[in-house]
């Protein structure tokens, strides 16, 4: 069965004559119009039955549920498919749709009959969708073990509403997005589950130019590796996050990275948790590799004796891997991937009030983590995501959330609870193909305390389970850099010219010889700069000075020296400064001093390449 459902300010139409012999009968055909409604257009198709019907209306139903709306229109359209079912089958099965409609103020347009219609669409971002329904709808990968809980996502019952930073509920539908796109395109991704892409996003060139990162034919799809470049980025990432979250408290960790998949705790946590995982058989084992670093925290959590008085804990690692089998059709660049790097905190809390407390710090925690990654919070929108009596019992610190975020968030709340988790908040990044990847985020558990038999003594000296966070203040690293190239390359766009921050960028500085006799002032002048915690290179190729100056700015060096007789004669450098495109002067100190103020605070590593680029082998990419 085909759908294309659409929610509309009105439709109108007139059956003006029948097309086929068993066209349904109806008396005096009038012209209707109907208004404030959902018109699903349908195919009924070859092989469909009553277990496709009600599959059919029941994401229907559900849909409509999201935008508020009760008011359904069945128009048959056989123009969605070339496979049509028997007109007597699908008459059937349309009359049955309507039927287990029946809660809604429902009807149908004649079966068979030509028609002329009007129709005038809603603006928002859930009004146009198409679905496609079978016996079998789900699909799923060869060799694939798919959580129940990823089997049933697509069956939850939710809203889709928008809310403000005053704490205004909108319905989706009667939103304004004028001033919002990102966030309008945030909620059309979201709410059609759409992974998949068609083309590569603008990164992934980027990333082989570069020379940070590329696929790697040899592994799985999804693994990717990475360069010189791209290792010394992600290490100063994977450093800075680190130190910001043990700063904030936590107790860093390292735990395996394969489990049992029969222990007790994993079998049930499978089916709580919407992922895909890899298998291995050992030795008479089923293992599976660890797709967060819930696991391995929470089995050591178990061997800790706590009181309240230790709450909230908070252990941390940084995953170097984890695994998920995402599909195929949505890995591309550093954007989805099967192995990737995150940030993982656990803070175990005494209860409801102390996790709320604690879970507005990690916003706060996140929110700065992601600015000085270089990613604002205008590249970024979020989504917060509850049960309905999570809601109702904390609704003024949801709002106090939103209101900190400082621009209206995309809100799905759900009718009773279906995962481990009651609350769930995240910033996403909408690329340039208008794909959302989430960065920061943050999920308020109240079952795996219980479920791994993690205790605590409460002051009542009875013991409770605690209730767990999971945040990762900046999500997987591999995608801090995505997003990094992203934003670059819409600058790029802009007529801006791309860099990475200072404090990331693989190389700093660049000293460019005018001519030989210039080596060993620049070799001396790199040294000193070195000596400063900068990443400095020397340019000593034999090619022309417009070349060596071309592939500096395409490798996006914000700093490049060229030194000839007056500036090796001189006390000053003279500097061409990316980020203003001027050449200016300096003296020495104040050049250091400039690198300084943009670098501090951060980790600093050195060159990971030859400090002398005719050293360097020349990749092929």
């Known amino acids: 069965m085909r759908i294309l459902q659409l929610h509309c300010d009105s439709i109108e139409y007139t059956p003006t004559k029948k097309e086929i012999k068993s066209a349904e009968e109806i008396e005096n055909p009038q012209t209707q119009k109907l208004e404030e409604i959902v018109v699903a257009f349908v195919a009924i198709e070859d092989g469909d039955d009553s277990s496709v019907a009600k599959n059919a209306i029941s994401q229907i139903k559900n849909s409509m549920e999201k935008i508020g709306c009760k008011k359904l229109l069945l128009y048959p359209y056989a123009h969605l498919s070339s496979n049509l079912a028997k ?6 099965l349309l009359k049955e749709m309507e039927s287990e409609a029946s809660d809604l103020e429902v009807s149908h347009s004649p079966f068979g009959w030509t028609k002329s219609y009007k129709v005038q669409v809603k603006g928002h971002p859930l009004a146009e969708s198409s679905k496609v329904v079978t016996k079998d709808s789900s699909t799923k990968d060869d060799n694939e073990d798919t959580s129940d809980a990823l089997k049933g996502e697509s069956t939850i019952r939710s809203y889709w509403k ?21 966030l309008e395109v945030l909620a059309k991704y979201e709410s059609a589950k759409q992974r998949q892409v068609d083309e590569p996003p603008p990164h992934v060139a980027l990333m082989k ?6 696929y790697e ?48 705790s994993m079998v049930s946590y499978f089916n709580r948790f919407p992922a895909r995982q890899y298998n291995i058989d050992s030795e008479g084992k089923k293992l599976f590799l660890r797709f967060a670093a819930c696991f391995g925290q929470f089995l050591m959590a178990n061997q800790y004796q706590m009181s ?54 990690r916003f706060d925690l996140s929110q700065d983590v992601l600015k000085e990654l270089g990613i604002d919070e205008s590249d970024y929108d979020m989504a917060i995501r509850f049960t309905e009596d999570f809601y109702n019992e904390n609704k003024s610190s949801i709002e106090e959330l939103v209101k900190k975020h400082g621009r209206p968030v995309l809100v799905e709340m759900w009718k009773e609870k279906f995962f481990y988790f009651v609350l769930k908040w995240e910033f996403n990044f909408i690329d340039n193909l208008g794909k959302a990847s989430a960065l920061s985020t943050d999920q308020i558990d109240v079952e795996n305390g219980d479920r791994y038999g993690i205790e605590f003594v409460d002051e009542n000296n009875t013991t409770q389970h605690p209730i767990i966070l999971h945040n990762s203040p900046s ?38 010889p005018l001519k030989e006799e210039f080596y060993d002032f620049c070799n001396n002048l790199c040294d000193k700069i070195s000596a400063q915690n900068v990443r400095v290179d020397v340019d000593d190729r034999n090619e022309s000075i ?19 007789e007056k500036e090796a004669g001189s006390e000053n450098l003279s500097i061409r400064d990316r980020q203003t495109g001027n050449v200016r002067e300096v003296s020495f100190d104040d050049f250091m001093n400039e690198i300084n103020e943009q670098t501090s605070s951060k980790p600093y590593t050195g060159l990971n390449q030859s400090q002398h680029l005719s050293k360097r082998p020349q990749l092929m990419v």
């Open 217 to 264: 034919p040899a592994s799985d799809s999804g693994n990717m590796k990475f360069f010189p470049n791209g290792r010394l980025m992600k290490s100063l990432i994977e450093r800075y996050v680190t130190d910001r979250v043990k700063e904030y408290g936590g107790h860093e960790v390292e735990t395996p990275i394969m489990y049992d998949s029969e222990h007790p």
């Open 209 to 214: 130019k570069l020379a940070i990162a590329d």
């Open 308 to 361: 309240y008085k230790n709450l909230p804990y908070k252990l941390y690692e940084l995953t170097r891997y984890s695994f998920r089998r995402e599909q195929s059709g949505e890995l591309v660049g550093l954007r989805r991937l099967r192995a990737f790097t995150m940030p993982d905190c656990h803070a175990f809390c005494k209860d409801i009030p102390q996790a709320v407390d604690e879970i507005k710090v």
């Open 475 to 512: 999500g997987a690293i591999e995608r801090i850099i995505y997003a990094l190239l992203e934003k670059a390359a819409a600058d790029s766009k802009k007529g801006t010219k791309p860099q990475f921050p200072l404090w990331l960028a693989p190389t700093q500085v660049r000293i460019i």
């Open 546 to 564: 417009g070349k060596r100056i071309r592939e500096a700015e395409k490798e996006w060096i914000q700093y490049i020296l060229v030194i000839g």
């Open 162 to 182: 928008i809310m403000s930073p005053d704490g205004t509920m909108t319905n989706i539908g009667d939103f304004d997005f004028s001033n919002h796109k990102k």
């Open 87 to 92: 007109p007597s089958t699908a008459m059937s």
